[in-house]
C-alpha cells in the first residue's frame, strides 16, 4: 500500500470526525489535504472528495443526528432540489477555471467562511431566529446556491447550507 492510500486515509479519518462534529462532508479537510499533503491537483481533489462525500460521509452522518434531531424532509426536499437544478452550472465553471485560480478561489471561499464563523462566534453578527418553518421557504435558494459552490470548489454544501439556514 503506498503513501496516497495512506494519505487518504488519514484524511478520510480527521474528515469524518469534522462531518460528526459539524455537519460538514469533509471538503474543507479533505481538499487541501489531498491537494497540499498528497500532492493532487486542484480539481482532482476536488471530484475525489465529491465522490467520498456522496454516500459514505453523507448517510451515516444523516442517520446519526435524525437519531437525535428529527430531521424536516420538506426542507431536505427543497434544498435538493435547488443544489441538484444547481450543481453542474458550479461544475462546467470549475471546468473552465485553470488549476491555480481554482485553489485560490478555493482559499479566498475558506478565509471568508472562517471570518463569518469568528465574528459569528464572537458575537458580531450572531444569527437571528425565525419563526419554525421560516427556512423551508427559502430551502430552494439555498440549495442552490449551495449546489452552486459545491460543483464550483468541490465542497459538500453544508458550509453554506448550516449558516444560511441557522441565520
Known amino acids: 500500500m503506498g503513501a496516497l492510500w495512506f494519505g487518504g486515509l488519514g484524511a478520510g479519518l480527521v474528515a469524518g470526525v469534522f462531518a460528526g462534529l459539524f455537519g460538514l462532508g469533509g471538503g474543507l479537510v479533505l481538499i ?34 435524525h437519531r437525535s434531531h428529527p430531521i424536516r424532509w420538506r426542507l431536505v426536499a427543497a434544498l435538493a432540489a435547488g443544489f441538484v437544478a444547481c450543481v453542474p452550472l458550479g461544475a462546467q465553471a470549475a471546468n473552465a477555471i485553470p488549476d491555480r485560480p481554482m485553489r485560490a478561489a478555493f482559499a479566498v471561499f475558506l478565509a471568508l467562511a472562517a471570518l463569518r464563523q469568528w465574528r459569528v462566534s464572537s458575537g458580531g453578527g450572531a444569527p ?9 421557504l427559502h430551502g430552494l435558494w439555498i440549495g442552490a446556491l449551495a449546489g452552486l459552490l459545491s460543483g464550483l470548489l468541490g465542497i459538500g454544501g453544508g458550509i453554506v447550507m448550516v449558516p444560511l439556514l441557522t441565520a
Open 128 to 136: 437571528g431566529r425565525r419563526r419554525p418553518g421560516a427556512s423551508d
Open 32 to 65: 487541501p489535504f489531498l491537494g497540499l499533503a498528497v500532492g493532487l491537483p486542484q480539481h482532482e481533489a476536488q471530484g475525489v472528495t465529491l465522490a467520498v462525500m456522496l454516500l459514505p460521509i453523507g448517510l451515516p452522518a444523516v442517520l446519526a443526528y
